[in-house]
């Protein structure tokens, strides 16, 4: 497959709206094997998952405000935030004024609950821009969660591409501009994204799912027997410490853990510059 030149396709908030032809939510009890119904029990159980959610959110909220200094003149951006309740979360209790906080998402419908429910203000974005329609620094800080991974492919494209290194070239430079814009835009910046070696693959909870070649991947999404899974569509790429620290030359790079194994990868850095201290 030869790689062509494309535009800047960050998908920013699709994880939570995307569907596809090859994602299915229900499990079909009769015909999953035991062990298939042992992990779409995990998969599609709400309450298991919204605790875990937010255990580890309440954590990101604790290192973010300890980095940062919160004042109610602080210019903050969520981007990618969809309807605003987890930087709301992050934000409770301090000084920030929400007039402050800015969503910027490629989902209206999302904006507009977060404008309703928080009075936070919101910009639409579109998913083929390749620059942020934002001045430099306009921002003391650029939230941004889960939501660097996704940028590789434009979609629907991803369910075609099944060569591994294309991916993963495209991933490299798309991943790259994402990461250059928010630090344009941000004098500081919290960025988190799931760490590529950690055992369980934290899109389609299966262990080393990540590891196997991407036409692997691209074939169990489609394939019917394993439609019960919750899965998101296959474009995204999980970066290796090294690359991530390459995104973000200047930043320091923290540790989500599980057991000891990092989960997760967060890149700082506070407007007065430099990554702080832990």
């Given at each position: 497959?030869?790689?062509?030149?494309?535009?800047f396709?960050?998908?920013?908030g699709?994880?939570?709206t995307?569907?596809?032809?090859?994602t299915?939510r229900?499990?079909d009890?009769?015909?999953?094997k035991?062990?298939?119904?042992?992990l779409?029990y995990f998969?599609?159980?709400?309450?298991l998952?919204r605790?875990?959610r937010?255990?580890?959110?309440?954590?990101?909220a604790a290192?973010?405000?300890?980095?940062?200094?919160?004042?109610?003149?602080?210019?903050?951006l969520?981007?990618?935030?969809?309807s605003g309740?987890h930087?709301?979360?992050?934000?409770?209790?301090?000084?920030?004024d929400?007039?402050?906080?800015?969503?910027?998402?490629?989902?209206?419908?999302?904006?507009d609950?977060?404008e309703?429910?928080?009075?936070f203000?919101?910009?639409?974005?579109?998913?083929?821009?390749?620059?942020?329609?934002?001045?430099?620094?306009?921002?003391?800080?650029?939230?941004?969660?889960?939501?660097?991974?996704?940028?590789?492919f434009p979609g629907?494209e991803?369910?075609?591409?099944?060569?591994?290194?294309?991916?993963r070239?495209c991933?490299h430079?798309q991943?790259a501009?994402?990461a250059?814009?928010?630090?344009r835009?941000?004098?500081?910046?919290?960025?988190?994204?799931?760490?590529?070696?950690?055992?369980v693959?934290?899109?389609?909870?299966?262990?080393?799912f990540?590891?196997l070649?991407?036409?692997y991947?691209?074939?169990?999404?489609?394939?019917?027997?394993?439609?019960?899974?919750?899965?998101v569509?296959?474009?995204?790429?999980l970066?290796t410490?090294?690359?991530?620290?390459?995104?973000?030359p200047?930043?320091?790079?923290?540790f989500?853990?599980?057991?000891?194994?990092?989960?997760?990868l967060?890149?700082?850095?506070?407007?007065?510059g430099?990554?702080?201290?832990?």
């Open positions: 497959m030869r790689r062509k030149n494309r535009s396709d960050p998908g920013w699709e994880k939570e995307k569907e596809s032809p090859y299915s229900r499990v009890e009769a015909s999953a035991p062990g298939q119904r042992r779409a998969s599609s159980s709400p309450l998952l605790r875990l937010a255990r580890f959110r309440a954590k990101r290192i973010f405000r300890r980095i940062f200094p919160l004042t109610p003149d602080t210019r903050i969520d981007l990618g935030g969809s309740t930087i709301s979360a992050v934000l409770a209790g301090t000084d920030v929400p007039s402050n906080c800015v969503i910027a998402d490629v989902n209206r419908s999302a904006l609950k977060a309703a429910k928080f009075g203000r919101t910009v639409a974005l579109s998913p083929r821009d390749s620059v942020l329609p934002f001045a430099a620094a306009s921002f003391d800080i650029v939230f941004c969660s889960s939501v660097l991974e996704h940028v590789t629907p991803y369910w075609e591409v099944t060569d591994g290194r294309v991916f070239d991933a430079v991943q501009k994402f250059a814009e928010i630090r835009i941000g004098s500081g910046y919290f960025v988190q994204v799931p760490y590529r070696h950690f055992p693959e934290t899109h389609t909870y299966l262990p080393f990540q590891y070649r991407r036409r991947q691209v074939a169990m999404m489609k394939h019917k027997r394993f439609r019960w899974l919750r899965q569509p296959p474009d995204f790429y970066p410490r090294t690359e991530f620290q390459a995104y973000f200047e930043a320091t790079i923290r989500e853990r599980v057991a000891g194994l990092v989960k997760s967060i890149a700082t850095k506070s407007s007065a430099g990554g702080n201290s832990t």
